[in-house]
């Protein structure tokens, strides 16, 4: 019986990995410190080139 249920316990801890990989992410990927200052710097040259022309 355990070497039944270690078994089973390894093939439903694969399954399940599996179905998690599979599964949509619910986060955002991470974007830097430095990489958002670069963007929010872009995005006021922007603003400020519109507004000038």
């Known amino acids: 019986m355990n070497r039944r249920k270690k078994i089973?316990?390894?093939l439903k801890a694969n399954a399940k990995k599996a179905?998690?990989?599979l599964?949509?992410?619910s986060k955002d990927k991470y974007i830097c410190?430095?990489?958002r200052q670069r963007l929010a710097d872009e995005a006021a040259q922007q603003?400020?080139?519109a507004a000038e022309g």
């Open 8 to 10: 089973n316990q390894l």
């Open 19 to 21: 179905s998690a990989k």
């Open 23 to 25: 599964a949509p992410k």
């Open 33 to 35: 410190k430095a990489e």
């Open 47 to 49: 603003a400020t080139l």
